[in-house]
Each structure stands twice: as C-alpha cells, then as structure tokens.
C-alpha cells in the first residue's frame, strides 16, 4: 500500500490513463463529457451509470477503486481533476476544501439529511463543499430465522446467546454464534463504533475532535464490552486466528451458504453478498445492533459524497442535480441503494428492507456518522495503517487469552499515539 501523501508510479500512470480516456470518450455532441470519478464498481458502478444517463448532458463514469484519494491526487497533480469526485469519507472533503481544490455547492431544494450529517461536509469557511448522495446503514445483524428464530433485543441477551451457542458449537453441536471478517480492519471498527455510541453517546462525537481522548473511559468502556464478548470460547468459526483470515465477504457466506455461524454484523450492503451466495430459497433477515435498553440501540451511518472540482462549472451542475430525489429512481428501483436524503419516501424503494431503513433514518432519535471515517489523515484506517490494525490486534489478544484489562491497557495506549501523530487527539 502506498504510504499516505506519497503517489506511486503506478497510481500516476493509471490516473494519467484514465485522464486521457476520459477525454477521448467522453466527447458527445461537440463537447466534452462531465467527468466523475467514483470508488464504486461492479454491483455499485452498473445503477449509478443508470442514474446519470438521465442527466440532460453526456457523463462519462471512471471507477477510481478503493484508494481513490491516490487517485484523484495524481490526477490533480497532473492537471487533469475530473469535474466531479465521489468520496467516501468527509475528512477528504474538508482537505481537498482547504488545499482549494473544490467549489462551494448548494443542494437543489428540498434536499435533507440527517442533522448529524449536515455540518460533515463545511468547510473553515462554513460554505459546503460536498453533499450526501449515498448512505449506508451499519447497525445491522443478518440471520437465516431457520437459525434464529428469536433474536436478542438488547446487549446482554446478545452476550447470553453467544455464550449459550459458543458452547454448543464446542461440543461440535452446531454451528458459531458469530461470523466476522476480522481479516478486514474496517469491520471491527464499525462494532467498536456502535459500541461505543451506545455506552458513551456524548463521546462518540468528541473522538472526532483534535482534543480526542483515546485513552478516557469511553473508549475503555468500549473495549471492555467488545472483549466481553469476542473473548467467548467458541464465539467465532475456527476460533479468533481463522477469523483473523476471515474476510468480510467470508463472514456473510459462512451464515448463508455454509451455515458454519448462525448471525454476522454489517451494513444494508452485506445483501449484495446474501443474494450472491445464500444456499435454497429462505431470505436472511436482519434485526438492530443491540443496545442497553429494548428498541434503542445505536445507528451508526456511512457515507458517500459529491463533490465539484474548482473551476468545473459543468461539475457543480451535475452535482446539484444528483441532490433532487428523483436523480436516483433507477437506483432505487434496481436496490441495493439507501439514500440519505429523509425525503425520499420510504414507498419508493424497491425492496421492504431498505423500506424499514429509511424509516429507522427518518424516525431515529441520533443518527451518528461512521466514526473512523472522521478520523484525520492516515489514522482513518486501511489495511495496516491506523485504527485498523490497532483494531485486530486488540482482536487478536482478546480472541488469544489476554486479560481484558491488559488487552484494553496496550490498545488505548496504540489509539492515543496514532491520534497523536495524526493531529487527532491523544
């Protein structure tokens, strides 16, 4: 991976690549076509290519893979910013804001997200420089009800059900508890997350601060109810090292297909995956991370923005129009796709679970935005940098044997020096 604030050569040959391509394609009637440059693919890139041809004007899609940041570097380095960047994380918004690479924009009206997740995207200024065009829920557990009938309601009935067939599936009596795909650092960040708003919802947020405390008692608290729970012999399949080499896709397909773990936690986007790979006709269904108390548990959202490169006045067009509701009715019709906008209608979704979503959005009490993705410069997490490793090695010792009280003591002491060399916090 190449290191934070360095382009490898690579990185700059593919983004001058993409450049030129895009040039040469994307002309249509005596012009050249709007730019946009997105971390989606596959499943993702097919219906936002279905959004934008409605637009009134020739757009050309670039799929910039997971380290579009590198991207979009090179490609401002080199001169050639495509109009219009779609990110997933708003710290990259407010940067690029500072380092002036962007155009203040305005939603067309009518546009409305979550409180939470309106001031994410002001810049110093206070102009907005990015608007929400994509959501996702990431408070979900997903089960086969043939496998689990009654879900827990809150945190403690959680622990009991994993403690109750944890020992069952010691005894070789059935199946895991827990699927999880620790391999992937961002997955164990999104438990701690929701975790943590619902044990110290007032310092959620302030972890998002540069006076962060990363060593306080919020996030021991945290991590001492994470490692309650992922400490349970018999908690994972193969045990807390196989789920270290566990993907994310791994976790959904050991609970639909191979039936190996009777429930796994993630986003409104695991459905991708059960769709793919469930085993005979029965849906998984999903209930809500659970929280202290019955009903109220956390809902923790990501997020994908839009953004307009300085000068592109083609680009602040086509972004306006992405923020009216109807920019993203094939999306909705296709699914796979929750919009953050709370006045899209609940009706206008395809399928009854994204239906559910977006009443929990329009009615929920606190809607919380993905922590680490707030997170400043490299602390934000990727594979063996920032929070992320810091992560699974707090999994790895508690999965290992190591006291709760020693594994939580190494891991504020790891969060605090990376905050610190981020300018996040101590």
Known sequence: MTAPGRLSRRTLLAAAAAGTATIATGCSNGGRAVQVAVVWSGGELVPFRAVVAGYGAPVHVVSAGNDIDAFLRARQLAGTSPDVAILPRPGLVIEYARR???????????????????????????????????????????????????????????????????ARARRDDGPAPLAIGAADGWVLTDWFENVLADVAPDGYDALAEPSADWQGRPVREALDRLAEIWSIDGAFPGGGRRALLTQYEESVIQVVHTRRAVTVFEGDFADGVARRFRQGP????????????????????????????????????????LTDAAAFRPWLRAGGYLSPDVTVEPDGYADPLRQRLAREMRTAGTVRFDLSDRLPGPFTGSDGVGIWPIMQDFFADVTDGVPAAEAIRRTTKQLAAAARDAGGGR
Do not use: C
């Open 282 to 321: 029965e849906e998984p269904a999903t209930f809500r991370f659970p929280g202290v108390r019955p009903g109220d548990g956390p809902l923790i959202v990501g997020g994908d923005a839009a953004v307009a490169f300085a000068g592109s006045r083609a680009g602040v067009d086509l972004v306006r129009w």
């Open 100 to 166: 002036g690479w962007l155009s203040p924009l305005n939603p067309a009206p009518g546009h409305g997200v979550p409180g939470s997740l309106a001031g994410l995207l002001r810049g110093d200024d206070g102009q907005r420089y990015g608007v929400w065009v994509k959501a996702a829920h990431k408070s979900l557990f997903w089960h086969l009800p043939s496998m689990l009938p009654q879900p827990p309601a809150t945190w403690d009935e959680l622990v009991l059900l994993t403690r109750r067939l944890a």
